[in-house]
C-alpha cells in the first residue's frame, strides 16, 4: 500500500497535520498503536481541554534553541484555532490567565479534527503499532503490525513519554537516532514534586490541603497560582510550572502570601489582638493546619504582644521565602510533557522537515520545543502540525 504521507501518532499534532495535508490534496494516512485517537486531547484540562492560550508566545517554551518555535507559532497562532472551534460551533470559555476551554466535554475537540480529517479524506486507524522503518530510494517503508506501507513523506508526531499508562513510549527518539538525530536528553515537565525524609514527614498529615495563590521560585523564575499539599510532596498549577525549570539541588522558595504585607498586618495584628497566639493570627491568613505546622516547625506561637517589631518581621520574611526541599518529582507517570526531545538544530523552524533525510518530519511534543501549563503544548501542537502538513 502506498500513500503520500504517513503520519505516525494520532494525537494533537498528528491529526491537525493530516487534515493540512490532505487538504492539500496529498493522501494521508494516520496511524496509531493506541485503541482510539487523541487520547491525551481527552483526559486534558479535567476532560474539558484548555485547547490554547490567549497569550501566546515563544516566551512561554522552554527548548535548546528558544527561537525554534517562533515561525511555526506565528503561522498558525491561537486566533486560527479558535475559528476552528467556533466554525464547528464548539462552545468554550476564557478560564484564567487567556486559558481557553470546552465548556462540555474535550470529546469535542476530537470529533472537530476526526471530522475535518475525514472532510480533507485523511484516514485514520488506530490499533495499528509502527514496528520499523527504512528509507527507500521513494520515500519510506513503514512496518506495521497489518503489512508494509510505502510513503513519501514520514511525519513523526509520536509524543513523548509523559503518561505511560496512556500508551506514551520512545519510539519517536529511537526514529530520530535511527535517522542521525541528536535527541536531547528527556525529562517530565509540568510534574508534582516529591518531598522524602523529615521533609516529607513534616507536611505528609497536610495531604488535600490547597492554598488558592502562593508564588513558587526557582533562581529568576517564579510562577503565581494555587499549590496542593499531596501524600508525597506538593503539586498544584504553581508547583507543576516550576517544576518544568527544577532541576535536583536547586533551591526551591515560596511567597505563601503573594501581594500581602505580611509584616504590617502583622504589626497592626500585634496592637489589635495582643493576646491572641501568632498560629490562631497566621490562621486568618493561611489554612489552620498550615499555620499551626509553621508554628511548630519555624515559629514559637505566642501571644502576639511577646514579639518585638523585629521578630514579627522575620516571621513576614519567612513567610514571604519558605524554603522547600524537593527530592524529585512524580516522574513521567504523571507529568503532563516531556522536557527535552528531538534537537531542533536537526530540523526546520518553518516546516519541521528533518535537515538530514528529506521528506521526514518531526512534531508536537517528540521535538525539543515544551509550553508552560495552560494550552500552551496544544497550541505548538496544532502549529507544529500545520507547519508540517503544509509541507509534507
Not at 490541603?209 to 502562593?214: D, F, K
Request: proline residues 4%; hydrophobic residues 45%.
Amino acid at each position: 500500500m502506498k500513500v503520500d504521507v504517513l503520519v505516525i501518532g494520532a494525537g494533537a499534532a498528528g491529526l491537525m497535520c493530516a487534515i493540512v495535508a490532505a487538504q492539500r490534496g496529498r493522501e494521508v494516512l494516520v496511524l496509531d498503536h493506541a485503541n482510539k485517537p487523541g487520547k491525551k486531547i481527552l483526559m486534558s484540562g479535567g476532560g474539558r481541554c484548555n485547547f490554547t492560550n490567549l497569550g501566546v508566545t515563544p516566551a512561554q517554551y522552554l527548548s535548546a534553541n528558544p527561537h525554534f518555535a517562533k515561525s511555526a507559532l506565528a503561522r498558525y497562532t491561537p486566533a486560527d484555532f479558535i475559528a476552528l472551534v467556533e466554525k464547528h460551533r464548539i462552545a468554550y470559555h476564557e478560564k484564567e490567565l487567556g486559558q481557553l476551554f470546552c465548556d462540555e466535554s474535550s470529546k469535542l475537540i476530537v470529533r472537530m479534527l476526526l471530522d475535518e480529517c475525514a472532510a480533507a479524506g485523511a484516514r485514520v486507524e488506530t490499533s495499528c503499532a509502527v514496528d520499523r522503518v527504512r528509507k527507500t530510494d521513494e520515500g519510506f517503508a513503514v512496518h506495521t503490525a497489518r503489512g508494509e506501507l510505502h510513503a513519501q513523506s514520514l511525519v513523526v508526531a509520536s509524543g513523548g513519554l509523559s503518561i505511560p499508562s496512556m500508551g506514551a513510549t520512545g519510539f519517536g527518539y529511537e526514529l530520530a537516532r535511527q535517522f542521525g538525530h541528536q535527541v536531547l536528553p528527556t525529562s517530565a515537565g509540568l510534574v508534582p514534586l516529591t518531598l522524602s525524609g523529615k521533609h516529607q514527614e513534616r507536611y505528609q498529615d497536610l495531604s488535600g490541603l490547597a492554598l488558592p495563590l502562593v508564588e513558587a521560585r526557582v533562581g529568576k523564575r517564579a510562577f503565581r497560582a494555587g499549590m496542593l499539599f499531596t501524600h508525597r510532596g506538593v503539586s498544584g498549577p504553581a508547583i507543576l510550572q516550576i517544576s518544568s525549570y527544577w532541576q535536583a539541588g536547586d533551591d526551591l522558595r515560596i511567597d505563601l502570601l503573594p501581594d500581602q504585607d505580611a509584616a504590617g498586618w502583622l504589626q497592626a495584628q500585634r496592637n489589635a489582638r495582643p493576646a491572641m497566639e501568632l498560629k490562631n493570627v497566621l490562621g486568618d491568613l493561611l489554612p489552620r493546619r498550615l499555620a499551626q505546622r509553621m508554628c511548630e516547625l519555624w515559629f514559637e506561637s505566642r501571644p502576639m504582644k511577646q514579639y518585638r517589631p523585629a521578630e514579627l518581621d522575620a516571621i513576614a520574611a519567612q513567610l514571604r521565602d519558605w524554603p522547600l526541599i524537593a527530592s524529585g518529582t512524580e516522574g513521567y507517570r504523571t507529568a503532563e510533557v516531556t522536557l527535552g526531545g528531538v534537537d531542533t538544530d536537526g530540523l526546520s523552524s518553518s516546516t519541521m522537515q528533518s535537515k538530514l533525510v528529506p521528506g521526514l518530519y518531526f512534531i508536537g511534543e517528540v521535538v525539543d520545543v515544551t509550553g508552560w501549563l495552560g494550552g500552551y503544548n496544544f497550541q505548538w501542537a496544532w502549529a507544529s502540525g500545520h507547519a508540517a502538513g503544509l509541507a509534507a
